[in-house]
């Protein structure tokens, strides 16, 4: 079955404790992203990449960090947690045409609360 | 990336009515993409219109563009409880960045 997933589903962590969700599709797509979902914000972009070892900045990128080593994973990293990062984080994955141009596969929501 | 505008933001039905969706956008396009999200699970792709099309379907979803009004709208006939979710335009005219919007929440009543 084609399908993104991610790990864990919730969390619920403290202040400044490093945290990694971890993100994998089984599509071969080359597009990966990471949103966050905030109420009354609608879904912002963190990061996204093109293809193993290429990365870029979307609309609200501080205080995340991704890798692409792989293909097929994408893991988001917050190296010190904030509250305000508290959100319900999704990641995303497309065949190429730039990204935007195909639909996209997201997986299903990682909620995370920081303390 | 451009970001679309979904109107209204809320929207309330009963069982059997058609929904309609309106999204605006700002600048020209290569395509235009409806997604719709369940509460709290992940958007799932419902169809994707190009910009030298003006209509397309699929099941009871029915789409138009109006590329001269910079618009789109979603219209869901018969439409169901189940059909109850929050609903995002994606105006896409190249680049990786992608920008969605706030939606619009559309309640289905029984």
């Known amino acids: 079955e084609a399908q993104v997933t991610q790990n864990p589903r919730y969390l619920i962590t403290v202040t400044g404790k490093k945290l990694t969700v971890t993100c994998s599709q089984n599509?071969?797509?080359?597009?990966m992203s990471w949103y966050r979902q905030d109420p009354g914000l609608g879904l912002r972009q963190i990061y996204y990449?093109?293809?193993?070892?290429?990365?870029d900045k979307g609309d609200v990128p501080e205080g995340y960090k991704v890798s692409r080593k792989e293909k097929r994973n994408f893991p988001l990293i917050l190296e010190s947690p904030s509250p305000n990062q508290t959100s319900l984080y999704f990641c995303?994955?497309?065949?190429?045409?730039?990204?935007?141009?195909?639909?996209?596969?997201f997986g299903p929501g990682t909620r995370l609360t920081v303390l | 990336s451009q970001q679309g505008e979904e109107d209204p933001q809320a929207l309330s039905i009963q069982e059997g009515e058609n929904a309609t969706m309106n999204c605006s956008y700002k600048t020209s396009i290569n395509n235009l993409q409806w997604y719709r999200q369940n509460s709290g699970r992940g958007l799932v792709h419902l169809i994707l219109?190009?910009?030298?099309?003006r209509e397309k379907h699929s099941g009871r979803l029915r789409v138009t563009l109006d590329t001269s009004k910079k618009s789109s709208s979603l219209l869901i006939t018969a439409s169901r409880a189940a059909d109850t979710a929050s609903y995002f335009c994606l105006p896409w005219g190249g680049g990786n960045k992608l920008t969605f919007g706030t939606g619009t929440q559309l309640k289905v009543e029984l």
């Open positions: 995303a994955s497309s065949l190429p045409t730039s990204g935007g141009g195909r639909g996209q596969f």
């Open positions: 599509m071969n797509h080359e597009y």
């Open positions: 990449s093109m293809n193993v070892e290429v990365t």
């Open positions: 219109i190009r910009s030298n099309e």
